[in-house]
């Protein structure tokens, strides 16, 4: 059965960090791309970054560039998101999700629960 | 860039009945990267179609997704109880992703 279990989120002042995580089981981490996505509360969803299976591509939304970094570690089955310089818009809960492809069709198939993240002094 | 505009906002159905979602896209894109999602309260979305027309594993085929031009349609063709959450429409476009704002599928 495929799990994502993402962590890391909680309460941080403006203007702070966090590095969320993702652990992944279940399936063969390395060979699948790999993506997180945020929900404001009350709000629809907003994709925030992809990385390919090797690291070898990494694609963010234009809004979350400079602030946002992806990246995986194999070896640990896990994803990672590095949120820097955060502002009270960044309130959200933050997914990560496996990319599915499939007769040239690109989807998330598998889903975590979410980490909440709440920027606020 | 490519906007999806989802419709309607909201939608007030009574189970049993047929719900008609739509999302444009703002330009010609292709039906292969198009995908719907179902969204209940304090949960993950959960896939529903890709390719604009294919069902993921397990759902229902109450389900269906249809395409013409720059239109895309997520059709349930009877609703059931727990049909009723919020419905996103997604895009894949030059290895980005572009969700639609999302249509709420209330009970009347």
């Known amino acids: 059965e495929v799990q994502l279990v993402e962590s890391g989120g909680g309460l941080v002042k403006p203007g702070g960090s966090l590095r969320l995580s993702c652990a992944a089981s279940?399936?063969?981490?390395?060979?699948?791309?790999m993506t997180w996505v945020r929900q404001a509360p009350g709000k629809g969803l907003e994709w925030v970054s992809s990385i390919s299976s090797s690291s070898d591509f990494i694609y963010s939304a234009d809004s979350m560039k400079g602030r946002f970094t992806i990246s995986r570690d194999n070896a640990k089955n896990s994803l990672y998101l590095q949120v820097n310089s955060l502002r009270a818009e960044d309130t959200a809960v933050y997914y990560c999700?496996?990319?599915?492809?499939?007769?040239?069709?690109?989807?998330?198939?598998?889903w975590g629960q979410g980490t909440l993240v709440t920027v606020s002094s | 860039e490519i906007v999806l505009t989802q419709s309607p906002g909201t939608l007030s159905l009574s189970p049993g009945e047929r719900a008609t979602l739509s999302c444009r896209a703002s330009q010609s894109v292709s039906s292969h990267y198009l995908a719907w999602y179902q969204q209940k309260p304090g949960q993950a979305p959960r896939l529903l179609i890709y390719?604009?027309?294919s069902r993921a594993t397990g759902i229902p085929d109450r389900f269906s997704g249809s395409e013409s031009g720059t239109d895309f349609t997520l059709t349930i063709s009877r609703l059931e109880p727990e049909d009723f959450a919020v419905y996103y429409c997604q895009l894949y476009v030059s290895s980005r992703y572009i969700f639609g704002q999302g249509t709420k599928l209330e009970i009347k």
């Open positions: 279940g399936f063969p981490f390395n060979t699948y791309s």
């Open positions: 999700a496996r990319v599915d492809h499939y007769d040239s069709s690109w989807f998330f198939q598998h």
């Open positions: 390719g604009a027309s």
